[in-house]
């Protein structure tokens, strides 16, 4: 708290100098610092040199002196209290009018450009106006080099007159405890550096310090915003430490550097301007938080800027992601950019990993190409570019592995790319895919023509017949694109996707609260014969493994839902074949359209559903317009169904196909006739 007394404002500026220390005895009561009848500050002069120190240690009677200026205007090296005192001081102009403290700095306790030293476990107060005053106490920083406050004792420094200097630099150090308190609306422009201790910025709203003053926490620093502020730049080194107190609020206008250091803020926050960064640096490891990177008025860019890499803690948007050096990794976390920047030629430290189920979206991809600079881990790059996009926004992600399977992954790039649209697309999208030596499994070709293929419920070869560039490249036009949801690709050597014969067939019907499942094959070289069952129709796991000659099993431990079942049949020479897919809904009542296959009709197609009861089925068939140009009617059985369906009528375009039961529900797929 501030004295009694009324003290009038006082400018500090430091020089940086090497001078006499001044020792100053203190009465019973406040008294005039530097008058004649004091002392005689220097014997040649007869005033103060800009580089002479006054020191107060515990010399005089009054409980809590308070020293006056005694003038309007002094210019000093630095105050220092030394480590004997166990009294509070405070400093203040006497004058009637507006005085200014210039602090020059001085070599205090062997420490160069100090302007304020206290090593006593005291707290030291400089403000406004004493005696009843009014007037103002400005300090001005003077010097050019750096302007240090040292905290050795417990004891604290608290400002609460404004302080100046054009460029004029500030930083606190010191090896004690006490805080540097700064509670006025100060106007000095120089960096702020807090090496250790902490500083306190519990000055007016937003004003303690210039809006565009940059601050820097390093060593074992603390800066501790204790009323709501604005600053342009901060940098949070290793070992320092931001502190919002409870309520208040950090604006950040410019660049946020967080570089490893702690953030403890509680019911506080940290928000930014509409084009303010967040950038991660250092060497370690980082994971965002929502203490520096909030939901709500967060950055507009986010910076990469550590070698070890960063990992993204929660869904998040934002205009710009520059990338400097390290990769990110966004988990099950879906991140949604404008535009990317800062890629190079090479992006192996330089990409987004897309290691689980998050996606990397960008907003409103145009006629032109746009990069998705992915990969499934650190060291591994698939990215794709894509354009035609129809200004609809995409999401993308890559993973290791073929997933579903497919039929001869062997002659296959080992890798699934996942693209999501936000709406459906009118027309189809360009995608060019990059894989590199060693991303095909053990006998793909790398230099002969490819296929692509989609899941839709079940692998489509969309387009065959293409021609790698430089090996590594694929060029491809892709359609099936639903609303928001994910569409696998693949690509393999012609015949890699699908079995030129199906022989295995697969049956389930539902008895009871089981699944008896029923399959033929005429496969006469198997060596063993897994069935596997999975809740999403695209990751299976095994259920049993099962004789050569068994041609049945019963699923007595249903998931809720839909349950989607296959069978896997390796031969003896390690060759491996699927079933279709059947299933059956483990409900009460109900039932989906699981499938159409294929879903690019040129005739006829499969249609499977699976019912949870006995009942009747309308399909209407609608083209984009919404017209109908078909209706078929089927019976259902409870478990799988397929029906083959006579679609060769239609003319080229998308429609929907709509199934009704008597019960009101409805299901509906989509597809393309070509």
């Known amino acids: 708290m501030p004295f009694s007394f009324f003290l009038l404002p006082l400018t500090l500026i430091l020089v940086s100098a090497k001078g006499q220390t001044i020792s100053w005895t203190e009465g019973t009561t406040a008294n005039l610092w530097y008058t004649a009848t004091n002392w005689t500050p220097n014997t040649t002069s007869g005033s103060w040199l800009i580089s002479n120190v006054g020191q107060f240690d515990n010399t005089g009677t009054a409980t809590t002196a308070g020293i006056d200026m005694g003038t309007s205007s002094l210019s000093i090296g630095g105050v220092e209290i030394s480590a004997a005192r166990t009294r509070v001081l405070g400093i203040g102009n006497s004058s009637a009018i507006n005085g200014t403290l210039t602090l020059n700095g001085s070599t205090i306790n062997s420490v160069n450009n100090v302007i304020l030293r206290n090593a006593s476990n005291s707290s030291l107060f400089i403000q406004d106006g004493v005696n009843a ?74 004003g303690t310090l210039p809006a565009g003053n940059d601050i820097l926490i390093n060593g074992i620093g ?53 084009s303010a960064t967040l950038s991660y640096g250092g060497s370690s490891l980082q994971t965002t938080n929502s203490n520096e990177f909030p939901l709500v008025s967060g950055p507009a860019t986010l910076t990469i800027n550590n070698s070890a890499g960063v990992v993204l803690h929660a869904t998040r948007t934002i205009s710009t992601l520059n990338f400097i050096d390290g990769n990110f990794t ?133 387009q065959t017949g293409l021609v790698p560039s430089g090996s590594y490249q ?22 890699a996707i699908l079995s030129a014969q199906n022989n295995i067939d697969l049956v389930v019907q539902k008895q009871d ?71 059956m809904l483990n409900k009460e009542s109900g039932f989906e359209i699981v499938n159409l296959v294929p879903t690019l009709v040129t005739g006829n197609a499969v249609l499977n559903v699976t019912a949870a009861q006995k009942t009747k089925m309308d399909i209407v068939i609608t083209d984009i317009s919404g017209r109908q140009v078909q209706k078929i009617a089927y019976n259902l059985i409870a478990g799988s169904n397929q029906f083959t369906v006579n679609l060769s009528n239609l003319s080229a375009g998308t429609y929907q196909m709509k199934g009704y039961t008597m019960d009101g529900v409805s299901r509906t797929i989509r597809f393309v006739k070509q």
């Open 133 to 206: 005053g009014s007037a103002l106490l400005t300090l001005a920083l003077a010097n050019n080099t750096d302007n240090v406050v040292n905290i050795d004792g417990t004891g604290d420094v608290n400002i609460l007159s404004s302080i100046s200097g054009v460029g004029k630099k500030l930083t606190l150090g010191g090896i004690g405890a006490g805080i540097l308190s700064l509670s006025a609306a100060n106007s000095y422009t120089g960096l702020t550096t807090v090496s250790s201790n902490t500083l306190q910025l519990n000055g007016p709203a937003g």
């Open 330 to 462: 966004i988990g099950a976390n879906d991140f949604t950019v404008s535009a990317i920047s800062g890629l190079p030629a090479n992006l192996t430290n330089r990409h987004v990993v897309t290691n689980l189920t998050g996606e990397l979206i960008i907003t409103n991809i145009g006629v032109g190409l746009v990069l998705f600079p992915i990969g499934a881990n650190a060291t591994t790059l698939n990215p794709i570019w894509r354009s035609n996009g129809q200004n609809i926004n995409y999401g993308a992600r890559v993973e290791i592995g073929i997933n579903p399977a497919i039929s001869y992954p062997l002659i296959a790039v080992n890798r699934t790319w996942n693209i999501k649209p936000s709406v459906t697309p009118s027309t189809p999208v360009n995608v060019l895919f990059f894989y590199s030596a060693g991303d095909g499994n053990a006998t793909f070709n790398y230099t002969t023509n490819v296929e692509l293929g989609l899941w839709a419920t079940t692998w489509n070869v969309i």
């Open 474 to 495: 694929v060029a491809s036009t892709v359609s099936i694109l639903g609303a928001n949801q994910d569409a696998p690709l693949v690509i393999g050597n012609l015949g």
């Open 222 to 274: 603390t800066l501790k915003i204790s009323s709501n502020q604005t600053l342009n730049n901060l940098t949070l080194a290793t070992g320092g430490t931001l502190t919002v107190d409870n309520g208040v609020t950090l604006t950040i206008n410019g660049t946020f550097n967080q570089n490893g250091g702690t953030i403890v803020i509680g019911t506080g926050s940290i928000i930014y301007g509409t």
């Open 513 to 583: 609260n089981k699944a008896h499942l029923m399959w033929t094959t005429v496969i006469g070289n198997a060596e063993k014969i897994e069935i596997e069952r999975s809740s999403d129709g695209r990751n299976f796991n095994s259920l049993s493994t099962v004789g050569i000659t068994v041609k049945f099993f019963d699923d007595k431990k249903l998931l809720s839902g839909i349950n989607y079942y296959r069978i896997k049949i390796t031969d003896i020479n390690g060759a491996i074949s699927y079933s279709s897919i059947a299933t």
